[in-house]
C-alpha cells in the first residue's frame, strides 16, 4: 500500500533553520512534492523531486532519496510568514492522472 | 490570469438536500481532482478526470458524483448530503505536460 509519514507539529524561532522530513511507502514512485498550505487557504507549490539529490529554491530547499523513500524541506532564515502547514505529497505510477498521496500535513510554528 | 476557481466558497446547507460545488480552470489542463480536507487526516482524493468524459475514484469517493463534459469544468455533485461530508474541499488542476497541480481557493461545506 502507500503511506506518508511527517510530524505533525514543528516550533522554530524567527532566523533559524527548520527541516521537516517525510518517509513515505509506495509502489510506484514517480516524484514527491512539498506544498505550503497557511491556514483556511489553498495549498501552494513549493518543490518538486523526482531524482535523488538536493533542489534549492531561494530559502527553501528540498532533498530526496528513492532508496530510503525519504524526504526533507530545509527552511532557511525564518520569518514569521512561514508559520503554516506543509504537505508532502508523492505521485504513483499505479494512480493514474493527477492522483496525489498526501501526508497529513506539519505544522509550523515560528516564533519572534 | 491562470487560475481555478470553486463556487460557492462558504456553504450551510442540511442533510438530504443536493448540492454542486463548481470548479473551473482557464489554463486548457486535462487532468482535474477534487480533494476533502479534514483535521488529522490531510488530504484524500475523491475523484479525477484525465479529460473530458473520463472520470474515476479517488480514495473516498461514497457519496460524492463528478461530471467533465468540458475541459475547463469539474463539477462536485452531492446527491444527499450527510453530516460527515462536512468539510473543506479542494478542487486541482494540471497539464498533462507539466509536475504542478494548481489548487482552488476551497469551497468550506457545513451539513447540518
Known amino acids: 500500500g502507500q503511506n506518508i509519514d511527517q510530524p505533525t507539529e514543528m516550533t522554530a524561532t524567527e532566523g533559524a533553520i527548520v527541516q521537516i522530513n517525510c518517509t513515505y511507502q509506495t509502489s510506484g514512485f514517480n516524484g514527491l512534492f512539498w506544498y505550503q498550505q497557511h491556514a483556511g487557504e489553498a495549498p501552494t507549490f513549493l518543490s518538486y523531486n523526482v531524482l535523488d539529490g538536493l533542489e534549492e529554491k531561494g530559502r527553501f530547499s528540498s532533498f530526496l532519496s528513492r532508496s530510503k523513500g525519504y524526504s526533507y524541506l530545509l527552511l532557511k532564515e525564518l520569518q514569521m510568514k512561514d508559520s503554516a502547514s506543509y504537505l508532502c505529497?508523492?505521485?504513483?505510477?499505479?494512480?493514474?492522472?493527477?492522483?496525489?498521496?498526501f501526508g497529513k500535513g506539519t505544522t509550523l510554528s515560528v516564533s519572534s | 490570469e491562470a487560475q481555478v476557481t470553486q463556487n460557492p466558497r462558504y456553504l450551510i446547507t442540511v442533510t438530504g438536500k443536493k448540492l454542486t460545488v463548481t470548479c473551473s480552470q482557464n489554463?486548457?489542463?486535462?487532468?482535474m481532482s477534487w480533494y476533502r480536507q479534514d483535521p488529522g487526516l490531510g488530504l484524500r482524493q475523491i475523484y479525477y478526470s484525465m479529460n473530458v468524459e473520463v472520470t474515476d475514484k479517488g480514495d473516498v469517493p461514497e457519496g460524492y458524483k463528478v461530471s467533465r463534459k468540458e475541459k475547463r469544468n469539474f463539477p462536485l455533485i452531492l446527491e444527499s448530503p450527510s453530516p460527515n461530508q462536512t468539510s473543506l474541499y479542494f478542487c486541482?488542476?494540471?497539464?498533462?505536460?507539466?509536475?504542478?497541480?494548481?489548487f482552488g481557493p476551497g469551497t468550506r461545506l457545513l451539513v447540518l
Open positions: 505529497a508523492v505521485r504513483d505510477h499505479g494512480r493514474a492522472g493527477t492522483a496525489l498521496i
Open positions: 486541482a488542476s494540471r497539464g498533462v505536460n507539466q509536475e504542478t497541480q494548481y
Open positions: 489554463m486548457n489542463h486535462e487532468y
